[in-house]
């Protein structure tokens, strides 16, 4: 079963320039998550999406920070205009949204923002 | 608000022997956790899972153990290896639907 796929890997911008991050999910799990994991700390919900519907966005910094689910599957999250303190790395996470279950994870992409 | 913390956030043994990493947790609502295991540049992987009916669960290698009186959790690791150096992060869930908090976070460091 293939896993959850993210790109770019690494990504290093200027403040004040924008960046998006595309994730694919487990084929099949209707629940997709993006996380923000500062360095040192663990990862911090930024947005939940059921299949392309928003279930949490409490914690996503809406001046700054936008994410799409369209179709369902594939997944986009934006940062414009980007800041210092952006700098983290993105993980997606998907699961199969039945009951509680476990979050399958990508390798994440960490950006630097200098 | 609530949250999930570790007791230590550096835990050094030996190979061979037994690891225990400690979680706390404070929202009584959670009824669903992970223990999950990070090594550097990948993205978490699970290890385990317990939900709030059970108070002990066994893997391969790996036994959690959840204390909903105190609101604790616990991973021991049995013959610890040195592939089994990563950080380690409990999450809990309270409820379908809801997606997972994590704590902190506990790096635990193998040595020969």
């Known amino acids: 079963e293939a896993g959850v796929a993210q790109s770019p890997r690494y990504k290093i911008i200027e403040k004040r320039q924008s960046v998006a991050f595309w994730c694919n999910p487990i084929s099949g799990h209707a629940t997709l998550y993006w996380y923000q994991q500062i360095l040192g700390q663990g990862p911090k919900l930024l947005i939940q999406f059921q299949n392309n519907g928003v279930v949490d966005d409490s914690q996503l910094p809406k001046d700054r920070f936008s994410a799409e689910r369209l179709k369902g599957v594939d997944s986009t999250l934006k940062i414009q205009p980007a800041k210092l303190e952006d700098s983290a790395v993105y993980l997606c996470a998907s699961s199969t949204g039945r009951g509680n279950t476990e979050a399958f994870f990508g390798q994440g992409t960490r950006l630097t923002v200098v | 608000g609530e949250n999930v913390g570790l007791h230590l956030p550096t835990l050094s043994v030996q190979e061979g022997d037994n690891s225990i990493i400690n979680c706390a947790y404070s929202?009584?609502?959670?009824?669903?956790f992970i223990w999950y295991k990070q090594e550097s540049g990948k993205g978490p992987q699970f290890i385990i899972d317990i939900r709030s009916n059970m108070d002990k669960r066994q893997g391969q290698r790996v036994t959690v153990l959840l204390n909903k009186t105190v609101k604790h959790l616990s991973l021991q690791i049995a013959a610890t290896q040195p592939g089994d150096s990563a950080v380690y992060f409990c999450a809990e869930n309270r409820g379908t639907g809801y997606a997972l908090n994590f704590g902190k976070g506990t790096s635990l460091l193998v040595t020969p």
């Open positions: 929202n009584s609502a959670s009824d669903y």
